[in-house]
């Protein structure tokens, strides 16, 4: 064709918008610009579980021939500013220390690009933690402790770093659960010059750190041991040193030479001199002797029973006793004996002394002896019962005293008194006396009875007969004195016999007197 026809020119603007939206659909995407490189920000191996990274990515310079490639919708920036090709976003929980990496991101054809609002939205600030303040540093052996107080500003405190180095060189670290507000440093060497510094951190970052601390170890020693008595006080060159329940103790001080002195109740002092080594330990074991101490006398009567401390001791001639303890020491010496007023007494031994003591025991009135008739009555002493043998008999073992006794039996009448008893032996007898519904000791009563009418009948009887006697005998008297006085008045003529003449004995049939 010569000239340009109308025909084919319709035909090459068509294939061209066909050809135009081919280019970028199907296959493998052209990029429009170098793929973004991704850097992982590293992390100390040492950091705790539960920190947090950053994953950061920045596209790279645009190619004139290509157009730039729009970020991601968290891009930074606000709607004011132009976009930035520098990206961030955080990794999660438990990320540990990585090497720096790069990776390739192929960008979205303009195409395919979904198109978004610009964003407000800004990453929440968190405020660092303030600077620590060091409140003390306490030397050990070959460590030492250091104490702090949490940060008057800042944020809150997750974690707290520790950092410690010889001549301000900090050479070692330390990381501790915000929470902790002491740690102990170590190894440490004696001479060199420690500077110790602590910071707070969280999600933020690390806060400043504090003042510094400094700290030099005078060449340590250590020592430790063990004292016996356990309650011993211990003095390391005059100054106190601490003593557990068991009886250890340990200490750091300087190497050399030192005194320990060590004292306990009823026991010679000991002091001893140490020689502790440079950078070292040195265990020593103490062992007090007892301060004896003495506590004597004798004891009366002799066969009376003493115990020291419960402990049974013999007596010796005559109730004599010895016995020795340490000084100080304080104990319990009882002595007892049947029918005495036991003793008990508490005794705290003397230093290198004796303590004399006599003991002389009362006699109880074990000397108390009832007998009691019946052997069945019932019988109480000072309001308890007493209990009579088959004979009717009770010993009794009471303090001097006066005690009331009562004695009582079915049939009897009872019997209610007082005895005072001394240290000497008392006897006492009660005998029953039987009354209404009571019984004589051979039994069976008046005539083999039991009934108090026998009784009263048989007092009738006898105040009857009494009664009667003495009737008769005065009947017989008065008889008597009648018969008495006829004889005397026949003798005197008075009365002639009977018949009524003077030959007549009988003087009641005389007549009258005749005149001569």
């Not at 991704?38 to 579980?49: K, M």
């Amino acid at each position: 064709m010569d000239r340009f026809s109308p025909t084919w020119a319709i035909f090459v603007v068509l294939a061209f918008m066909l050809a135009a939206p081919l280019s970028g659909s199907g296959g493998s995407p052209t990029p429009l610009a170098d793929g973004p490189a991704v850097v992982v920000r590293s992390l100390p191996a040492s950091h705790p579980a539960g920190a947090s990274g950053v994953v950061g990515w920045e596209h790279p310079p645009v190619s004139p021939a290509r157009p730039s490639v729009p970020g991601p919708p968290s891009r930074s920036g606000s709607p004011s500013d132009p976009p930035k090709d520098r990206f961030a976003a955080p990794i999660g929980s438990g990320a540990r220390a990585v090497a720096d990496c790069r990776a390739s991101l192929t960008p979205l054809a303009p195409a395919h690009r979904p198109t978004y609002p610009p964003s407000t939205a800004t990453a929440p600030s968190v405020t660092v933690p303030g600077a620590p303040n060091i409140t003390g540093v306490v030397p050990g052996a070959g460590n030492a402790t250091v104490d702090w107080s949490p940060p008057s500003s800042g944020g809150p405190v997750v974690n707290y770093q520790v950092d410690w180095g010889v001549e301000g060189q900090h050479a070692f670290m330390l990381l501790l659960n915000g929470t902790l507000l002491t740690a102990t440093l170590g190894p440490l060497l004696a001479g060199p010059h420690y500077v110790i510094q602590v910071a707070g951190e969280n999600s933020g970052g690390s806060g400043p750190f504090s003042a510094p601390a400094n700290l030099t170890l005078v060449a340590w020693s250590e020592l430790r041991g063990g004292v016996s008595p356990t309650n011993a006080t211990l003095r390391l060159d005059a100054a106190p040193l601490p003593v557990d329940a068991a009886g250890d103790f340990s200490v750091n001080t300087t190497p050399g030479a030192h005194v320990l002195l060590a004292n306990a109740q009823g026991y010679f002092s000991l002091s001893k001199a140490v020689d502790l080594p440079w950078n070292g330990t040195a265990s020593l074991a103490l062992s007090l002797s007892s301060e004896p101490g003495a506590f004597a006398g004798v004891v009366r009567p002799p066969a009376a029973n003493a115990t020291w401390d419960s402990v049974v001791i013999p007596l010796g001639n005559g109730g004599a006793f010895r016995l020795t303890g340490a000084g100080g020491s304080v104990h319990v010496f009882n002595v007892s004996a049947p029918t005495f007023v036991g003793v008990s007494r508490t005794v705290t031994l003397p230093r290198n002394a004796t303590l004399w003591l006599n003991v002389t025991l009362i006699r109880v009135s074990s000397a108390l002896l009832l007998v009691v008739s019946p052997a069945t009555a019932a019988v109480t002493v000072n309001g308890s019962a007493t209990a009579l043998d088959i004979g009717g008999r009770a010993n009794l073992s009471l303090f001097p005293g006066t005690y009331p006794i009562e004695v009582t039996a079915s049939g009897y009448l009872p019997d209610f008194r007082n005895v005072t008893l001394s240290t000497d032996r008392l006897n006492v007898s009660i005998n029953l006396t039987p009354g209404p519904g009571g019984s004589s000791s051979t039994g069976g009563g008046f005539l083999g009875g039991s009934h108090p009418t026998w009784l009263y009948i048989a007092l009738g009887i006898l105040v009857l007969a009494a009664v009667l006697l003495t009737s008769a005998w005065l009947a017989r008297r008065r008889a008597a004195q009648r018969v008495e006085l006829v004889d005397r008045d026949l003798e005197d003529g008075r009365l002639y016999p009977l018949g009524g003449s003077p030959e007549r004995e009988d003087p009641r049939d005389l007549g009258p007197p005749q005149n001569p």
